[in-house]
């Protein structure tokens, strides 16, 4: 039950394309999902986060869809460039707990 | 911008030998965590500490494992006796608390067990 399933494992795309990556979780305690970015040889670092009471989060050109009944979450990036590429890890927690559950992460691959 | 860092970079130990990470997470914060990912597999959650005690922990973190807090600064995370299963990258992170939910991660220790 403390489970967070990401997919794809990697995703290339077409510098300008829509970058779509999955997330569901199991737990209907968690009520806080965040999206991390990590490039190689840096800490991962929080891109966008959302909350249940919100169906989606826009951040940029970075899109968090929420389904709470379907228990889903996604991340779109539009637009996505060269820079994008790197691994994005998604998570849940409780929020308050720090906890976080992390999905197994994507890594995208932009090509310019 | 504050940062948590992390020492050493890259450690190669032999099977049994003892290991410490260090980490300074950011000054003004309250909440103290360490995370592993082995290779190929996902971020897992080690432990938090908090108030100068551990608040939770993993079935990972067994009694192999400690962390402490021996200063104003720093936040350690001691193996007694490493496994080969024990290599992995090891990330340090600090949240301010509250409802912030933000974790930030420093750049990873990776440990490579022999």
């Known amino acids: 039950q403390q489970q967070v399933k990401q997919s794809p494992q990697s995703l290339i795309v077409q510098k300008g394309g829509i970058s779509i990556i999955n997330c569901a979780y199991e737990?209907?305690?968690?009520?806080?999902f965040p999206w991390y970015q990590h490039f190689p040889g840096k800490g991962p670092a929080l891109l966008i986060a959302?909350?249940?009471?919100?169906s989606e989060k826009k951040e940029g050109r970075f899109t968090i869809s929420f389904n709470k009944s379907a228990k889903q979450f996604s991340l779109h990036i539009m637009d996505s460039q060269p820079g994008d590429s790197a691994t994005y890890f998604c998570?849940?927690?409780?929020?308050?707990?720090?906890?976080?559950?992390f999905g197994t992460g994507t890594r995208l691959k932009v090509l310019a | 911008e504050p940062e948590v860092t992390q020492t050493p970079s890259h450690q190669v130990t032999q099977m049994g030998q003892e290991v410490i990470l260090r980490c300074v997470p950011i000054?003004?914060?309250?909440?103290f965590y360490w995370y592993r990912q082995i290779l190929g597999q996902k971020v897992e959650f080690l432990v938090s500490?908090?108030?100068?005690?551990?608040?939770?922990k993993s079935e990972i973190f067994d009694d192999q494992f400690s962390v402490e807090r021996p200063d104003g600064s720093n936040f350690t995370l001691k193996i007694r006796s490493t496994k080969l299963e024990d290599s992995a990258m090891y990330f340090c992170?600090?949240?301010?608390?509250?409802?912030?939910?933000?974790?930030?991660f420093g750049e990873g220790s990776r440990l490579t067990v022999l």
């Open positions: 000054s003004n914060h309250l909440y």
């Open positions: 959302i909350r249940p009471d919100v």
């Open positions: 737990n209907t305690a968690f009520d806080y």
């Open positions: 500490f908090y108030n100068n005690e551990i608040s939770e």
């Open positions: 992170a600090s949240g301010l608390g509250g409802l912030s939910g933000e974790l930030f």
């Open positions: 998570a849940a927690s409780v929020l308050g707990t720090y906890k976080y559950i």
